[in-house]
């Protein structure tokens, strides 16, 4: 109810029998309203360090680069070779692996790792390198032009070193049918092997005779 002598301004509507007075907004909030207007273009412009006056972006490439810095092995990705050879060398760890492969990796190098879309895992040719650290960063990084996803984004440190032991124990175990040998033999290089496809492009047919 209206008090009387109350001249506060009443607004046009009614709901109900009720109307409202047509009160200011209160000043406190005009003017936490003003300081975010102003606050706004400080923050866009130079987000947690105005000081130094930084971009967003220079401010997110500044902090992942101090942390990477104070966790050089986050993400698996800085195995050193050593350390692969103690993940390979452990049952413990195929095993592992092994389960890994065969929910994430069967449908393109199938389940023996004789290769099907993806390249056969089991001969002594290599697309992005057959050791073990090499075989890591491909798991790790993946192969996007090849389809082959970067499986560091989606599976855990620990399980990419699993997955890189059972692919490495792939090696030799001459699966039915397998996939003809892609890339580059181990331990050749990429100009020896080029030279090698290509004599052997050049090559005669062998030929055979019938005896009579």
């Given at each position: 109810?209206?008090?009387?002598?109350?001249?506060?301004?009443?607004?046009?509507?009614?709901?109900?029998?009720?109307?409202?007075?047509?009160?200011?907004?209160?000043?406190?909030?005009?003017?936490?309203?003003?300081?975010?207007?102003?606050?706004?273009?400080?923050?866009?412009?130079?987000?947690?360090?105005?000081?130094?006056?930084?971009?967003?972006?220079?401010?997110?490439?500044?902090?992942?680069?101090?942390?990477?810095?104070?966790?050089?092995?986050?993400?698996?990705?800085?195995?050193?070779?050593?350390?692969?050879?103690?993940?390979?060398?452990?049952?413990?760890?195929?095993?592992?692996?092994?389960?890994?492969?065969?929910?994430?990796?069967?449908?393109?190098?199938?389940?023996?790792?004789?290769?099907?879309?993806?390249?056969?895992?089991?001969?002594d040719y290599w697309i992005h390198g057959g050791s073990?650290?090499?075989?890591?960063?491909?798991?790790?990084?993946?192969?996007?032009?090849?389809?082959?996803?970067?499986?560091?984004?989606?599976?855990?440190?620990?399980?990419?070193?699993?997955?890189?032991?059972?692919?490495?124990?792939?090696h030799g175990t001459n699966p039915a049918n397998p996939?003809?040998?892609?890339?580059?033999?181990?331990?050749?290089?990429?100009?020896?092997?080029?030279?090698?496809?290509?004599?052997?492009?050049?090559?005669?047919?062998?030929?055979?005779?019938?005896?009579?």
């Amino acid at each position: 109810m209206t008090k009387a002598g109350d001249d506060r301004p009443i607004m046009d509507h009614e709901y109900d029998g009720i109307q409202e007075y047509d009160n200011p907004m209160p000043r406190w909030w005009i003017l936490l309203f003003i300081v975010t207007i102003i606050a706004a273009p400080v923050y866009y412009l130079a987000p947690g360090d105005i000081g130094a006056g930084a971009k967003k972006t220079e401010v997110y490439d500044k902090e992942m680069a101090a942390f990477a810095a104070a966790h050089p092995n986050m993400g698996g990705v800085n195995v050193t070779p050593e350390q692969m050879a103690v993940i390979v060398a452990d049952k413990a760890e195929i095993e592992k692996g092994k389960a890994l492969f065969a929910t994430t990796c069967i449908s393109c190098h199938r389940a023996d790792g004789g290769g099907l879309i993806g390249p056969n895992l089991t001969d002594d040719y290599w697309i992005h390198g057959g050791s073990p650290v090499e075989i890591h960063t491909t798991i790790d990084q993946g192969v996007l032009a090849k389809g082959m996803p970067n499986w560091g984004k989606i599976l855990k440190p620990d399980q990419i070193n699993s997955l890189t032991a059972y692919v490495v124990s792939l090696h030799g175990t001459n699966p039915a049918n397998p996939k003809a040998p892609d890339g580059v033999l181990a331990g050749a290089t990429p100009a020896s092997a080029a030279a090698a496809a290509a004599a052997a492009a050049a090559a005669p047919p062998a030929t055979t005779t019938k005896k009579p």
